[in-house]
């Protein structure tokens, strides 16, 4: 093989294979940019929905609690990608069972306490067992990369 072949063959596998390499980098990307829109969601919506419950602001505490429960029900599939980076902490991936059922539970018990609220009033809804947060991110997210 010439210089010149080998050379125009390099050219051609570069120009072939670093669209889908970039292409992966921006999937990569957009995948944490998904999975940090949607925590930021519901950062927003719980705050929201605490000064509410607060009497600070009127507003519908069951339309908060749908909010959250509808955007946690996305984030284990946001997090089914196993791409590294953000504040995700790897053992989100090699511990994958428990933090899937504990994502799943809490867009079960949002959900649930969106229903009693909805049915019951805001003031019959247990909202640190619904929002409970820290006890996941505690073990999943790494706040060093915030």
Known sequence: ????????????????????????????????????????????????????????????????????????????KAFAPRVLGGEARPEIWTKWADFSRRMDDFARKTAAAAKTARSSGPQNVNVLDALACKACHDLYRDETKR
Not at 6 to 26: D, I, M, R, Y
Not at 28 to 48: F, G, K, P
């Open 1 to 76: 093989m010439t210089a010149r072949a080998a050379c125009f063959g390099f050219v051609v596998a570069a120009v072939t294979t670093g669209p889908a390499l970039a292409e992966a980098q921006s999937t990569d990307r957009d995948v944490l940019n998904y999975r940090r829109h949607l925590m930021i969601t519901l950062n927003e919506q719980s705050a929201a929905l605490g000064m509410v419950l607060s009497g600070t602001v009127p507003g519908d505490a069951a339309a908060h609690l749908e909010a959250i429960a509808l955007t946690a029900s996305y984030a284990t």
